[in-house]
């Protein structure tokens, strides 16, 4: 895997090779070398093999990837995304492409088989020329662990407000300047956004000019999640782009009610009031009402977190997607 520093993509590959682990497959991991991700599979006795993963010019990668896979003789190799499907060289196993997106289904041609995490990036993936055998789909699922809930003093949140909680890196797609618009139409009600990215100070700067600076906590990168998630009153998505959405399931795994917006990935799995609230993509004033009913209506929001973890259970828990990849790997094999 041959992600960048942060990511939920990168999150989410850190969670799948610490499942299988757990489930006794034998496994060697490699990566673009990455301190903190490098420590989280080492404690998990994971001892990642870490390579630059750099630009055209970086020849060296490849080479000990090769030298790499042909000590060890494995029968899959598993590439998570592009660059690191795009490192691989062919041969002697059979290769499984990840895809957490709509990449360019070109890419993975040379893979025996592809794996989406959503139906819809599936098709991409046929309609994009690779045969209907060699696409699969695989969800993702969430990790949850109870967990202490944040002091809302410490981030200097008052105790009995209305609090929202938003996951994701700062940018553009995650549709975060629109859920500040939206804030400022609904009184009362906080904010703590978890993240960190290029816009954080547009973003500073927007929730001053909407006037919500006050009742906004930008809280950085972290990796509390179950706390955050723990200490919140209802969890809110507002991409404008979402192949999946994996804070929707952690959302869900913890019992909170629910709001996201229409992008491909939510679109396909949820069911507008039933188990989250659905509303359009870039739309300020439908954003800002869903927000209104989530927080005001407790009957409402209690009838969504429990509709939302139910679809959890029985569909986005580690042992449910752990056995999906085991006999998926089982038949690729045979």
């Keep these: 895997m041959a992600g960048a520093a942060v990511g939920g993509a990168e999150t989410y590959f850190v969670d799948m090779v610490t499942a299988l682990a757990r489930a006794g497959l034998d496994q060697r991991v490699v990566i673009r070398a990455e301190p903190r991700r490098a420590a989280q599979l080492r404690q998990a006795g994971l001892d990642p093999l870490e390579l630059p993963f750099g630009g055209l010019l970086d020849f060296s990668t490849k080479r000990a990837l090769r030298r790499h896979i042909t000590s060890l003789r494995p029968a899959i190799v598993q590439t998570w995304m592009s660059r690191a499907t795009e490192f691989c060289s062919r041969g002697g196993f059979v290769h499984v492409g990840w895809l957490g997106g709509y990449y360019k289904p070109a890419t993975f041609r040379g893979c025996d088989h592809s794996v989406g995490v959503t139906t819809d990036i599936v098709r991409h993936l046929r309609e994009g020329g690779l045969p209907q055998e060699r696409t699969h789909?695989?969800?993702?699922?969430?990790?949850?662990?109870?967990a202490v809930p944040v002091s809302r003093a410490s981030l200097q949140t008052p105790d009995g407000v209305p609090l929202l909680l938003a996951l994701g890196r700062l940018h553009p797609k995650k549709g975060f300047d629109v859920l500040l618009k939206a804030l400022a139409q609904v009184e009362g009600v906080w904010l703590w956004l978890a993240g960190e990215g290029e816009l954080r100070g547009q973003l500073e700067a927007l929730a001053a000019s909407a006037g919500v600076a006050d009742r906004v906590r930008f809280l950085g990168w972290r990796t509390d999640?179950?706390?955050?998630?723990?200490?919140?009153d209802a969890c809110v998505m507002p991409s404008r782009y979402e192949p999946f959405g994996t804070v929707m399931i952690e959302a869900w795994a913890a019992t909170k009610p629910l709001v996201v917006t229409a992008a491909a990935g939510p679109r396909g799995l949820v069911r507008d009031g039933v188990d989250a609230l659905l509303v359009p993509i870039d739309d300020v004033d439908a954003l800002a009402g869903a927000i209104r009913r989530v927080t005001a209506d407790r009957g409402l929001a209690g009838t969504l977190a429990q509709n939302g973890h139910g679809a959890y259970v029985e569909r986005f828990t580690e042992q449910a997607v752990v056995r999906q990849y085991l006999r998926f790997y089982e038949g690729i094999l045979q």
Excluded: N, S
Aim: proline share 6%; with cysteine.
């Design 137 to 146: 789909y695989i969800p993702t699922f969430a990790v949850h662990r109870d």
């Design 225 to 232: 999640r179950e706390a955050l998630l723990a200490t919140c």
